[in-house]
C-alpha cells in the first residue's frame, strides 16, 4: 500500500502565509513527480504547483512569486510555502504523488480559507 497524508491548512487572513505539508510512505516505487492541487467549490480541481524527481518545478500563473514548492526525497516529504495569500486562494489542496509504474496517489486534503 501507498499512504499519502496532507496536513497545514487553516484560516488566514489575505496577505498571510501557510506551509502545506505531505508525507509518503508504504510501497513507494520510482517517483515521476509530487504536486499539489487545489478545488474551489463549484470549480474543478487545478494544479497548483509540482515538482519532479529531477527537482524541475511547476507553477499556475495565480500563484507565480507567491507560492513555493519544495521536497526531501530522502525523509519521504513535500512541502508547499504560501505566501501573499488571497481570497481567491481558498480551496481544499491536495497532495499528489505520481509514480512511474504505479500511478497517481493522492492525499485526503487540507482546508485553507483566506479571508479578506
Known amino acids: 500500500q501507498v499512504q499519502v497524508v496532507d496536513f497545514g491548512g487553516g484560516s488566514v487572513q489575505a496577505g498571510g502565509s501557510l506551509r502545506l505539508s505531505c508525507i509518503i510512505s508504504?510501497?513507494?516505487?520510482?517517483?515521476?513527480?509530487m504536486g499539489w492541487y487545489r478545488q474551489a467549490p463549484g470549480k474543478e480541481r487545478e494544479l497548483v504547483a509540482s515538482i519532479t524527481s529531477g527537482g524541475r518545478t511547476n507553477y499556475a500563473d495565480s500563484v507565480k512569486g507567491r507560492f513555493t514548492i519544495s521536497r526531501d526525497i530522502a525523509q519521504g516529504s513535500m512541502s508547499l510555502q504560501m505566501s501573499s495569500l488571497k481570497p481567491e486562494d481558498t480551496a481544499v489542496y491536495y497532495c499528489n504523488l505520481r509514480m512511474v509504474t504505479l500511478g497517481d496517489f493522492w492525499g485526503r486534503g487540507t482546508q485553507v480559507t483566506v479571508s479578506s
Open positions: 508504504g510501497r513507494i516505487r520510482t517517483i515521476e513527480a
